[in-house]
């Protein structure tokens, strides 16, 4: 397949608001060994993605400095020893960086072929948001049929994944949302009970709506400020899977006994730093359990907006906001 010389990318000279993203003209990345390269047609924007633009959240070692974590497109080129696939299939994969641009090198073991119906915009709606729930949700906190969740963040890519994985393997799911119209997208998608923050102590509802007992696993995003709730929240033997902190990294005076007592488990990771190993296990388990789900349409990815690539800073700005419900997609 002949391939370009140069590509289009955005660029970031430097740290700062969405302002400072611009489309410039480069190489196509370095193919290297294990990787596929990927004629992107659609990209995902993410918190991290505005964070990284922000400054603070580098890219590790030897990742891609271009913004974007997943991405969908067609397969232009194989890496040596890259497994699975062939030049021509239809992927979306999740992407160590590079997924702002044309082309994207990514690991073959972090791919996946497209569900059969979707399309790049649906396709580039999974890997990141897909991969975090499976992880956190079900591979570390272990959550199983007839247990309880609460999401926080409901409405949020990551939000109505999880509330769509969680009640299609069994779980029964309470979420929170900051907004009237947030908490009625939640419930369509299978929660129970949507709490909205501004207005209700999600704790109390919680507790109200389990019968003092409380959920099993609670996904979240918010960090220090909800750390006293969510350990209230919690039934004997819960696991708090801690994903972000956007309520601040710190906890203050916590009071750690409800730990002990109800032999709560307290656990958190991020996606990025995660060896190739690891990723590719996620990869499998997603590939064998949920795809299959997703071509036969019990769950699909939300997505709130479909922007060009050229708007891409609109697409952060719009993430910022936090108005959305569900994904945001640039498409190229």
Request: net charge negative; aromatic share 6%.
């Amino acid at each position: 397949m002949s391939l370009p010389s140069e590509m289009s990318f955005v660029d970031l000279p430097a740290p700062g608001g969405p302002e400072n993203m611009v489309i410039r003209k480069g190489p196509l990345p370095q193919v290297r060994p294990g990787d596929i390269l990927v004629r992107v047609e659609a990209s995902g924007i993410n918190r991290p993605d505005v964070l990284q633009r922000k400054g603070d959240y580098p890219p590790p070692p030897g990742a891609s400095p271009i913004l974007g974590l997943e991405v969908a497109g067609e397969v232009v080129a194989l890496g040596e020893g890259a497994e699975g696939f062939a030049i021509g299939d239809k992927v979306c994969a999740l992407a160590n960086g590079g997924g702002y641009a044309e082309y994207a090198s990514v690991p073959a073991s972090q791919a996946l072929p497209w569900p059969k119906g979707y399309d790049a915009v649906k396709a580039a709606a999974l890997p990141e948001t897909f991969f975090t729930v499976w992880a956190n949700v079900f591979d570390m906190a272990d959550l199983k049929a007839g247990e309880s969740i609460l999401i926080h963040g409901g409405s949020s890519g990551i939000g109505t994944t999880a509330i769509q994985l969680a009640k299609a393997f069994g779980a029964e799911v309470f979420v929170t949302a900051g907004s009237a119209e947030k908490c009625a997208a939640c419930e369509a998608l299978g929660a129970k009970r949507a709490i909205n923050y501004r207005d209700e102590d999600f704790k109390a509802v919680v507790v109200e709506e389990t019968d003092g007992r409380g959920v099993d696993v609670i996904l979240d995003m918010v960090g220090g400020r909800y750390f006293d709730r969510n350990i209230a929240s919690l039934a004997k033997d819960g696991r708090l899977s801690i994903i972000a902190f956007l309520g601040g990294a710190k906890v203050e005076a916590a009071n750690i006994a409800p730990i002990l007592t109800k032999r709560l488990h307290i656990m958190g990771s991020a996606l990025r730093p995660r060896t190739a190993a690891e990723k590719q296990a996620i990869r499998d388990g997603l590939k064998q359990k949920v795809w299959p789900l997703l071509e036969a349409g019990k769950l699909a990815p939300v997505i709130h907006s479909v922007l060009p690539f050229a708007k891409v800073a609109d697409g952060h700005r719009e993430m910022e906001t936090g108005d959305h419900i569900g994904k945001i997609i640039m498409s190229l």
